[in-house]
């Protein structure tokens, strides 16, 4: 599969890049080759080969830590410099009627 400038345009349109014709041409290059090494995956034979659960081939364990607040009692700290304050919390202006 090969893509022309005028599909490269239009993938830059839906990602909402702006580019020229320089940036086109380069774009065009680089893309063709990506779906070149895709399309060269695709002939791997891959029956047999099990899939890796988790994105590791090694299994890893995540620590788990306690679940509880460290940091609580500070909001005199963390509202310091709020523009606006309303008791212990951020004072915003209202926005929904």
């Given at each position: 599969?090969?893509?022309?400038a005028?599909?490269?345009r239009?993938?830059?349109?839906?990602a909402r890049?702006?580019?020229?014709?320089?940036?086109?041409e380069?774009?065009?290059?680089?893309l063709?080759?990506?779906?070149g090494?895709?399309?060269?995956l695709?002939?791997?034979d891959?029956?047999?080969?099990e899939?890796?659960?988790?994105?590791?081939?090694v299994p890893?364990a995540?620590?788990?830590?306690?679940?509880?607040v460290?940091d609580?009692?500070?909001?005199?700290?963390?509202l310091?410099?709020?523009?606006?304050?309303?008791g212990?919390?951020?004072g915003?202006?209202?926005v929904?009627e």
């Amino acid at each position: 599969m090969s893509l022309d400038a005028a599909t490269v345009r239009r993938v830059a349109n839906l990602a909402r890049l702006r580019l020229d014709e320089t940036e086109v041409e380069k774009l065009q290059t680089e893309l063709n080759g990506i779906l070149g090494w895709i399309e060269q995956l695709q002939t791997v034979d891959t029956d047999g080969v099990e899939p890796m659960a988790g994105g590791s081939p090694v299994p890893v364990a995540l620590p788990w830590r306690q679940d509880a607040v460290t940091d609580g009692g500070q909001a005199d700290a963390v509202l310091r410099n709020a523009p606006d304050r309303e008791g212990e919390y951020f004072g915003v202006p209202k926005v929904v009627e």
